[in-house]
C-alpha cells in the first residue's frame, strides 16, 4: 500500500459491495412497480399480513432458486428440479414410516439426502461425462419421476407431513414472522457466505465465465460442478420437504411449477444464464417479484393461461432489456 | 464407373451408420413385439402402433433442425400441444373448412417457431432459456384455448389419416413419409439446410465461408414450429379431442430429444438426421409397446424408460475418450 | 511496379486493438498477374492486413479500393463476390461435412432448386485433381483427413470460388514436399492466367522461388516493397529485423553450470506435436523455445503442466518425479509450477470479473482465514502486487476486460506469482502488448530469475528470445533440433537455423 488515496481508490463503490448493479436495480423497481399497481387495485397489497404471506409462499420458491443458482452461476442448468422437489417430499413423508421411533427426526434430513444424491449424480454426468447439464438432467427428471411413480404405486406409502414439517412450512413462532422465511433467510445467508467468502464460491464464479483459465489456474472443476448440482438438488429436495408440511401431504407433480419460475427468478436477478455472473440479492429480488406476479395475477383472477403467457413475457422481455444495456455498455 | 458407385455407397454407408443402427435396432425390436402379440401383424396392430409413434416422430423431427444448429428447442412439445388445441376448435365443418383448418394450424406452428428462431437470432438470447420461457408462452395459449379436454375434429379427414390405406397399409406412416419427402429431403438438399450443418459444425468456419448463419437458424427453428404443429394435428385426429395437457408436453419434449439422439444425432450440432430421429422414436416407442407384451408391471415403465433415456443421451460421452488435451473438454 | 492500375489497393489503413496498434498507415497495393509476397516476423501484422482485405474484420481507419473504386466489405461474403479470396491459416472448413459439401458451400451446383449432390461431387472431383488431390474421395469428411489434406482442400476451395486475388496464408506450412511443389505450380498457372497472388510465408527460399514483389512488415508499418531481386536476403531479414530493437534487456548473469537442476525432462512424447524431448533448466536458468511457430513449444509447455493427455516419458521436479496429471498436480510439485497461458482471454483470465478475484483466484488456499476468505489479507496481497507489477486499474474491484492487454498480462503474472512458484512457463507472454509492458516483464523475468526461479519461455519473437535466455532450445517438427548459447545465440543465428533446418528437411 503506497498511501491512504490509492488503498480508497481501490476499494469498491458502495454499490458494487452489495451487489446491486442495473438488472438488480431494474429488478427491484419491478418490485415497487407491482406493489404500487397492487395498492391502486386494493389498499390491502401494503399491509404487512399480505407481505409477510407472500414472503411465506416465496420461501419455497426461494430455496429451490437458491440451489438453480448455483447451477445457473456455473453457466449449467438443472431440469430435474420438478421430480427432485418430489421426490424429496415423498421420501421424507415415507421416512415416518421406515425410520420406525427415529422416523419422525430422521425424515427431514433424509429426504435432502436423497435430492442430494440426485444432484450429485447429475454433477457425476456433467463433470466427468461432459453431457450437455440441460439433458442429463431432464433425463435424470424422467428416472426420479420413475422412481416416485413406482414408490408411489408399489408400497402405498405414509405420504403424511409430520408436525416438524408443518411447523416449518406454516407456522410462525417469532414475531409473527413465518418459520419458512427464517428457513428461506438460513440458505441465503449459507448461500452468500459461500458465493462470497470461500475459496468454492470464488472458483464457482470462476468456472463460470472460463472453465478452461479456472482449470488452468488449479481449480478442481469437477469438484466445483458436482458440488454445486449436489447443493441444487439437496435444495430442491428440501422445498419438497417444506411444501409437504404446507399441503400436509407429499403428492405426485407437487414440483411441475417449479421449475420455470426457479429459472426465470435467478435469471430475472441478473444472473446471466451462461454464468458467471449474478449474486444473491439479485435473486432474492427475481423470487419476490415472481410471486408478487403470481399473486397479483391470482388476485386479478387472471386464469392458469394469462399466467403462463404473462411469465413467459415477462422473463423475454426482461432479458432482452438486459442484454441492450449489456450491448451498449460493451 | 462402377468402382465409384461402389465407393459412393462405401461413404454413404460410413456417413449413415447412426441412422442404419436406429433403424436395425427397431427392426429387432418391432420383430419382437409383432412375434410376441397375441394378434401377431395385422393391419391394425401395425395401424395403432403406427398411429402412436408417428407424434413422436414428428416431433422428433422438429428437435432435430435446432440441434442441428447447435440449439434446442424445449418448445416443440408445447407447440405440439398448441397445434392440437387449435385443431380441436378449427379443424371442423366440411372437409374443405377442415383442410383450411389444417393449413391455418401449420401456419400458426410455423409462426411459434418463428418467434423461437426471431429471438434466438435477433435477440441473441439462449435457446434453452428462450424456448423455456416461448414454451409457456404457448401452453398458456393451449390452455386459454382449451381449459378443459374436449373439442372435436373434422371425421373425414381424421379417419383418413389415421386409417389404412388400401385396407393394409397405415395412413399416418404415408403422411410421414409425405412430411419427408416435402419438407425434410428438400430442406437437407436446400442451401439454407445445409448451412444449418455448417452452422452446428463450427459456427466460426461457417461464417467465414459465407454461409448465411442468421437465415439458416431463423428457418431450422420455423420448420421446427411446423413440424411440431404438424405432430399435433395428427394427435388431434387420433383423439378426436383436444388437451392443454402440460405433462404431456413435457414428456414429448422430452422424448424427442432422447429420439434425436438414438437416431444418430450429435447434440453438439453439425452432425445426424431427421431420419435417424423418426427411427429414433419408433425405438423409443416400441420400447413401450414390448414393455406391454411382456407385462413389465405398468408402474416400473416410467422408471425403466427413464433409464434408457439417461442411457441413450449418455451415449454422447464417447467424444471425450477422443480428446488429448484437457483443455478442449470445457468447449 | 508495372504501370497499372492495381486491382486491390489498401489506402492509409490502420488497426487497433484495444490500445494497441496491429496496423500503422499502411499503403499495400496487389495487381493482377502478379505474386506479392508478405513477409515479416511474427506480430508484424501481416495477418491482420490479410483479415483487413478479405473482410474479416474493419480498418479502424483507412479505405479498401477494388479497381480503383473504395468499398467496405462487411463478411468474408462479400470480399469474395469482389473477387478477393483467402486461404486462411486457421482453417475454415466444416469438420462435420464431405469434402464436396466444403468445396461447394456456398454456390452449390443445383437441379430443380435442390443442390445437385452429382454435379457437386463431379466438381469436387474436378477441383481435387486441380490440386493433384486424386486420393481424396469427395464424400471423405473434412474431419478424417489429416491436416496436410485439409490444407489442399482448403486451397481447392478458394480455387473453386475464382479468385480475382489469392490470399495465401502460410498455406505450406502444413504440406508435404510434393504438395508444396504442387501448390507452386499452382501459383504459377493462376499468375499466367491473370490472378493475383498475395503470398505470406516465412520462408525465405519459398519466396525467392516464386515472388515477382515483396513487402516487408515490422511492427505494423510497411517497411518497403520491392521487386524481386532488388534486395538480397540478407537484406530483407535485416529490413524484417529492424534495428531499434537493442538496449532494452535487463543483462545477463554469468552462467552458472553448477546451479541444481530444477526441472528435468526425460522422453517426453505426444503424437506428432512432441518427439522425444528431453531436457533440463537449471535454478535461476530462463531457457528459451525458438524455431517457427506451431512446432510442439506450446504443446510442450502445456504436457509439462499436465494439461495434455496421454503424454509419455517424465518429468521431474527437484529430484522428485511429479506425475503429468494436471494444473493441481503441478502446482504442488516440490518447487511449484506456474504456467502463463497462451490465450490470456481464454486461458489465463475471466475477463467479467474484477482484477482482485482474477489475482487471488490460484492462491487463494494462502488468503484463508477463520471464517473463509480473509479480505483484508487478500486486499493486502493484492496491492503488494498491483504495486510491484505497476498494474493500472481504476480500482480493484473493476473487471479485468477494462484493462489494457499489457495490464491484463500483469494480471495473470501476478496470479501466479502470489503462488510463489519455482518454475515458471511462460507461453509467449508477450504478444499484443506494448512495448513499454514488454519491457517490464523481460525485467521481471531476470529479477525472478536472480531470486531463484527457473523460466522456461516460448516466444515468437526472435528478438526477444536473445535479450531475455540463458539459453534457447530450437524446436522444429515436434523435436529440440539445435541448442544455442551464449554467443552463439544471435537474431540471424535463430532465424537462418529455424529456416535452414527447414530447408535440410524439404530436400530430405
Not at chain 1, 219 to 240: D, E, P, Q, Y
Not at chain 3, 204 to 223: W, Y
Request: charged content about 15%; glycine content about 12%.
Amino acid at each position: 500500500m503506497t498511501g491512504v488515496d490509492t488503498g480508497a481508490a481501490r476499494g469498491p463503490s458502495l454499490a458494487g459491495r452489495f451487489g446491486i448493479d442495473r438488472s438488480v436495480a431494474i429488478a427491484f423497481g419491478c418490485i415497487l412497480l407491482i406493489l404500487a399497481g397492487g395498492a391502486l387495485y386494493s389498499p390491502a397489497f401494503l399491509s404487512p399480513e399480505y407481505l409477510l404471506q407472500q414472503l411465506q409462499v416465496g420461501a419455497f420458491l426461494g430455496i429451490i432458486a437458491s440451489g438453480a443458482m448455483m447451477v445457473i452461476l456455473l453457466g449449467h442448468i438443472d431440469l430435474s428440479i420438478p421430480w427432485v422437489v418430489t421426490l424429496g417430499a415423498m421420501m421424507a413423508t415415507a421416512m415416518v414410516g421406515w425410520g420406525g421411533a427415529a422416523g419422525v427426526w430422521l425424515c427431514i434430513p433424509f429426504g435432502v439426502f436423497c435430492g442430494a444424491v440426485v444432484g450429485t449424480l447429475n454433477g457425476l454426468g456433467v463433470a466427468y461425462l461432459r453431457l450437455p447439464s440441460m439433458i442429463f438432467t431432464l433425463g435424470m427428471n424422467a428416472v426420479a419421476q420413475g422412481l416416485m411413480v413406482l414408490h408411489t404405486g408399489g408400497f402405498a406409502p405414509l405420504d403424511q407431513a409430520t408436525k416438524a414439517m408443518h411447523f416449518i412450512a406454516v407456522q410462525r413462532s417469532l414475531f409473527g414472522i413465518p418459520n419458512a422465511l427464517f428457513v428461506w433467510a438460513i440458505v441465503g445467508l449459507f448461500v452468500i457466505y459461500v458465493l462470497r467468502r470461500t475459496a468454492f464460491g470464488r472458483a464457482v464464479y470462476a468456472v463460470g465465465n472460463r472453465e478452461s483459465a479456472a482449470y488452468l489456474s488449479g481449480v478442481n472443476t469437477n469438484r466445483v460442478l458436482i458440488g454445486c448440482f449436489a447443493f441444487s438438488g439437496a435444495m430442491a429436495a428440501f422445498a419438497g420437504v417444506l411444501l409437504a408440511g404446507y399441503s400436509n401431504k407429499a403428492y405426485q407433480n407437487m414440483g411441475d411449477s417449479y421449475l420455470l419460475p426457479a429459472i426465470a427468478a435467478v435469471v430475472l436477478g441478473g444472473t446471466n444464464i451462461l454464468g458467471g455472473r449474478g449474486n444473491y440479492l439479485g435473486t432474492i429480488a427475481g423470487v419476490i417479484l415472481i410471486t408478487l406476479l403470481q399473486s397479483i395475477l391470482s388476485v386479478m383472477q387472471m386464469p392458469e393461461a394469462g399466467r403462463q403467457v404473462i411469465y413467459g413475457c415477462v422473463i423475454i422481455v426482461m432479458l432482452l432489456i438486459y442484454g441492450r444495456g449489456a450491448k451498449a455498455r460493451s | 464407373m462402377s468402382h465409384g458407385a461402389m465407393s459412393n455407397a462405401r461413404y454413404w454407408l460410413a456417413h449413415n451408420a447412426g441412422v442404419l443402427t436406429a433403424v436395425a435396432l427397431f427392426a429387432v425390436m418391432f420383430t419382437l413385439y409383432v412375434s410376441n402379440h397375441s394378434a401377431g401383424l395385422t393391419p391394425a396392430v401395425a395401424t395403432t402402433a403406427a398411429n402412436k409413434a408417428v407424434l413422436l416422430a414428428l416431433v422428433a423431427m422438429a428437435q432435430t433442425l435446432p440441434v442441428l444448429t447447435r440449439g434446442l428447442d424445449l418448445s416443440v412439445g408445447m407447440v405440439f400441444v398448441l397445434a392440437n388445441c387449435i385443431a380441436s376448435t378449427i379443424v371442423v365443418g366440411s372437409v374443405g373448412t377442415g383442410l383450411l383448418g389444417v393449413a391455418a394450424v401449420l401456419g400458426i406452428g410455423a409462426l411459434a417457431g418463428f418467434i423461437n428462431g426471431a429471438i434466438v437470432v435477433w435477440g441473441r438470447l439462449q435457446p434453452i432459456i428462450t424456448t423455456l420461457a416461448t414454451g409457456a408462452v404457448y401452453y398458456g395459449i393451449s390452455l386459454f384455448i382449451r381449459p378443459s379436454p374436449g373439442g372435436d375434429v373434422q371425421s373425414d379427414i381424421a379417419d383418413l389419416l389415421t386409417g389404412q390405406l388400401f385396407g393394409v397399409v397405415p395412413a399416418a406412416l404415408v403422411v410421414l413419409f409425405f412430411i419427408v419427402l416435402v419438407v425434410w429431403i428438400p430442406y437437407r438438399r436446400s442451401i439454407l439446410g445445409r448451412a444449418a450443418y455448417a452452422v452446428g459444425s463450427n459456427e466460426q468456419a461457417a461464417y467465414m465461408s459465407g454461409v448465411p448463419v442468421q437465415r439458416a437458424k431463423l428457418l431450422a427453428y420455423t420448420l421446427a414450429g411446423l413440424l411440431a404443429s404438424a405432430g399435433g394435428l395428427m394427435l388431434t385426429f387420433n383423439t378426436y379431442s383436444g388437451e392443454a395437457s402440460a405433462p404431456i408436453a413435457g414428456a414429448y419434449t422430452l422424448n424427442s430429444i432422447a429420439a434425436v439422439v438414438i437416431g444418430g444425432t450429435s447434440l453438439f450440432g453439425g452432425w445426424g438426421s431427421a431420419i435417424g430421429s423418426i427411427f429414433g422414436a419408433f425405438v423409443l416407442r416400441t420400447i413401450e409397446d414390448l414393455l406391454f407384451v411382456f407385462d413389465l408391471p405398468p408402474l416400473w415403465q416410467p422408471l425403466f424408460q427413464g433409464v434408457v433415456l439417461l442411457f441413450a443421451v449418455s451415449l454422447g460421452a464417447f467424444r471425450i475418450l477422443r480428446v488429448r488435451n484437457r483443455l478442449e473438454l470445457f468447449t | 511496379m508495372p504501370d497499372r492500375k492495381p486491382y486491390l489497393e489498401l489506402k492509409r489503413i490502420s488497426k487497433r486493438y484495444g490500445g494497441v496498434a496491429a496496423l500503422t498507415e499502411v499503403d499495400f497495393s496487389a495487381y493482377a498477374g502478379e505474386i506479392h509476397a508478405v513477409l515479416g516476423e511474427n506480430g508484424a501484422g501481416k495477418s491482420t492486413l490479410i483479415k483487413i482485405a478479405s473482410g474479416v474484420t474493419d480498418p479502424t481507419e483507412g479505405e479498401v479500393l477494388i479497381e480503383g473504386r473504395p468499398v467496405r466489405f462487411r463478411n468474408p461474403t462479400e470480399a469474395m463476390r469482389a473477387g478477393v479470396v483467402c486461404v486462411f491459416q486457421e482453417l475454415s472448413l466444416l469438420p462435420e461435412m464431405t469434402v464436396a459439401d466444403n468445396l461447394s458451400i456456398v454456390d452449390p451446383p443445383k437441379w430443380g432448386g435442390m443442390i445437385d449432390a452429382g454435379a457437386q461431387r463431379d466438381r469436387a472431383r474436378a477441383l481435387l485433381k486441380r490440386v493433384g488431390c486424386e486420393d481424396v474421395h469427395p464424400l471423405e469428411l473434412v474431419r478424417d483427413l489429416p491436416l496436410s489434406r485439409r490444407q489442399m482442400v482448403e486451397i481447392a476451395k478458394a480455387l473453386g470460388r475464382d479468385p480475382r486475388i489469392l490470399i495465401l496464408d502460410e498455406a505450406t506450412s502444413a504440406l508435404t514436399a510434393d504438395d508444396v511443389e504442387r501448390v507452386y505450380a499452382i501459383i504459377r498457372e493462376l499468375k499466367a492466367s491473370g490472378v493475383g497472388i498475395l503470398y505470406v510465408s516465412h520462408r525465405m527460399r519459398e519466396i525467392e522461388a516464386l515472388a515477382d514483389t515483396a513487402t516487408v512488415f515490422r511492427n505494423g508499418r510497411k517497411i518497403e516493397t520491392f521487386r524481386k531481386g532488388d534486395r538480397s536476403v540478407k537484406a530483407i531479414i535485416e529490413m524484417m529485423i529492424g534495428r531499434e530493437v537493442t538496449h532494452q534487456y535487463p543483462p545477463k548473469p554469468e552462467p552458472k553450470p553448477d546451479a541444481p537442476v530444477a526441472l528435468a525432462a526425460a522422453n517426453l512424447n505426444w503424437g506428432r506435436e512432441i518427439q522425444d524431448v528431453s531436457f533440463a533448466v537449471r535454478k535461476g536458468e530462463i531457457v528459451g523455445l525458438g524455431g517457427l511457430d506451431g512446432q510442439g513449444q506450446r504443446e510442450l509447455l502445456l504436457g509439462l503442466f499436465g494439461v495434455l493427455r496421454g503424454v509419455s516419458g517424465s518429468l521431474t521436479v527437484d529430484g522428485h518425479p511429479v506425475p503429468l496429471k494436471g494444473p493441481r498436480q503441478a502446482m504442488q510439485a516440490p518447487l511449484p509450477m506456474a504456467l502463463i497461458p497462451e490465450d490470456r482471454k481464454t486461458e489465463g483470465l475471466m475477463l467479467p470479473m474484477s482484477v482482485r478475484d482474477n489475482m487471488t483466484l490460484a492462491a487463494l488456499p494462502r488468503l484463508l482465514g477463520r471464517f473463509g476468505i480473509d479480505a483484508d489479507k487478500e486486499a493486502a496481497a493484492v496491492n503488494v502486487m498491483v504495486d510491484r507489477l505497476r498494474v493500472k486499474t481504476p480500482d480493484l474491484d473493476a473487471p479485468v476486460s477494462a484493462l489494457s492487454g499489457g495490464n491484463q498480462q500483469k494480471v495473470v503474472l501476478a496470479k501466479w506469482l502470489m503462488t510463489e512458484p519455482g518454475i515458471i512457463l511462460l507461453n509467449d507472454p508477450t504478444r499484443g502488448i506494448d512495448v513499454g509492458t514488454k519491457q517490464e516483464i523481460y525485467r521481471l523475468m531476470r529479477e525472478l530469475a536472480n531470486q531463484g526461479a527457473s523460466i522456461l519461455f516460448y516466444s515468437t519473437d526472435y528478438a526477444e528470445l536473445i535479450g531475455c535466455c540463458d539459453r534457447v532450445l530450437v524446436i522444429y517438427d515436434g523435436r529440440i533440433r539445435r541448442e544455442l548459447t551464449g554467443e552463439a545465440l544471435t537474431e540471424r543465428n535463430l532465424l537462418e537455423s529455424a529456416l535452414n533446418i527447414d530447408a535440410s528437411e524439404q530436400a530430405a
